[in-house]
Antibody, heavy 124, light 105 residues
Framework: QVQLQESGPGLVKPSQTLSLTCTVSGGSISSGGYYWSWIRQHPGKGLEWIGYISYSGSTYYNPSLKSRVTISVDTSKNQFSLRLSSVTAADTAMYYC????????????????WGQGTLVTVSS | SSELTQDPAVSVALGQTVRITCQGDSLRSYYASWYQQKPGQAPILVIYGKNNRPSGIPDRFSGSSSGNTASLTITGAQAEDEADYYCNSRDSNVVFGGGTKLTVL
């Protein structure tokens, strides 16, 4: 059973960089066909996809966040990470990591495993 | 466009059938996936692809699609099905619907 666990500071100051890590267990992050993703949820709001990375390092970001987001992968540690720069109070949210899987041939994609989430508050 | 539209709230009587819908142009190209989120918990996948349920998801959950509309149907809704439900798809971007709050009366 694949499990994902987010870790990182729960409080970040405005203008600084938010950094989170997702540790994957029960499976290898190097397994082909998967994309390792970050999703966030503002308090009381819906889900917002941030971006994803393949095990080989190919990335794809939400255009609305692209200028501030970097997702990286460390296959030796079975981890992937999120960096969001120049944060403001609007970046206060629950941040989830998730595994994204699918196929253009079958025209289906889905997030099959999720971490429990970590709340990040941006405040001075 | 990369948008998915859901009704904000739907209610259903205990034991009855409810359909939650999701509309968007991307659904003409890709199947939707559906997620259930209960308060204080992470979302869980309930339906993906044409109509597939992950292991552990009750068979009262089913999915369908027609044109630009995807539907999640719960046949015989239970009290534990009360939750927020989100659809998800992709075209040039990965996008979630705004969510539907399901109340079981």
């Amino acid at each position: 059973q694949v499990q994902l666990q987010e870790s990182g500071p729960g409080l970040v100051k405005p203008s600084q960089t938010l950094s989170l890590t997702c540790t994957v267990s029960g499976g290898s992050i190097s397994s082909g066909g998967y994309y390792w993703s970050w999703i966030r949820q503002h308090p009381g709001k819906g889900l917002e996809w941030i971006g994803y990375i393949s095990y080989s390092g190919s990335t794809y970001y939400n255009p609305s966040l692209k200028s501030r987001v970097t997702i990286s992968v460390d296959t030796s540690k079975n981890q992937f990470s999120l960096r969001l720069s120049s944060v403001t109070a609007a970046d206060t949210a629950m941040y989830y990591c998730a595994r994204y899987f699918g196929s253009d041939k079958r025209v289906e994609y889905y997030f099959d495993y999720w971490g429990q989430g970590t709340l990040v508050t941006v405040s001075s | 466009s990369s948008e998915l539209t859901q009704d904000p709230a739907v209610s259903v009587a205990l034991g009855q059938t409810v359909r939650i819908t999701c509309q968007g142009d991307s659904l003409r190209s890709y199947y939707a996936s559906w997620y259930q989120q209960k308060p204080g918990q992470a979302p869980i996948l309930v339906i993906y692809g044409k109509n597939n349920r992950p292991s552990g998801i009750p068979d009262r959950f089913s999915g369908s699609s027609s044109g630009n509309t995807a539907s999640l149907t719960i046949t015989g809704a239970q009290a534990e099905d009360e939750a927020d439900y989100y659809c998800n798809s992709r075209d040039s971007n990965v996008v979630f619907g705004g969510g539907t709050k399901l109340t079981v009366l």
